[in-house]
């Protein structure tokens, strides 16, 4: 009997921070085939290059390459891979930016259990995923004001989902 290609969307996710990105894929790995992590935009590129995954899950501050350079570089060279930002960046601005620069969706790290697998679904879809916002108003040049209240009470809580979602 020969072994099928996995028929699980391919996933490649991106972070500097090795326990997040860890932590990430055992709670991705049952819905969806995690094919690397990497911890740089560089690594990254490599990874997309080789192994064409259908989605990057991509952090927006890491050294060398930030998430919104390494989304640049995979539009031109990876354009079949659809994006999601998983930031702890809140600001308005971020989601913007990262709409605009070909994003599918944008994750607060603080929501990864809550959001993380409906964006990447979304993505997946061909549709946009910005939790919070009530309209696009921001990703077509007007001006809209995002508001993300998370305190240190909330943040804690939502990491703790997540490492019990990941056990």
Do not use: C, W
Request: hydrophobic share 45%.
């Amino acid at each position: 009997m020969t072994n099928a290609p996995s028929s699980r969307p391919r996933v490649l996710l991106v972070d500097d921070h090795i326990a997040l990105l860890e932590s990430t894929g055992r709670y991705l790995a049952p819905a969806f085939d995690v094919v690397a992590r990497a911890a740089g935009g560089r690594e990254a590129l490599e990874l997309a290059r080789r192994l064409h995954p259908d989605l990057v899950v991509l952090d927006v501050a890491m050294p060398e390459l930030d998430g919104f350079q390494t989304l640049e570089q995979l539009r031109r060279e990876s354009p079949h891979s659809r994006v999601v930002f998983l930031t702890m960046h809140h600001d308005d601005d971020f989601v913007s930016a990262a709409i605009n620069a070909g994003a599918h969706g944008y994750v607060l790290k603080s929501h990864i259990a809550r959001d993380l697998i409906s964006a990447i679904d979304h993505a997946l879809a061909g549709r946009l995923f910005v939790p919070s916002l009530t309209s696009l108003s921001s990703v077509s040049g007007g001006r809209h004001a995002v508001q993300f209240h998370v305190g240190p009470a909330e943040l804690l809580d939502h990491l703790t989902e997540l490492v019990v979602a990941t056990l």
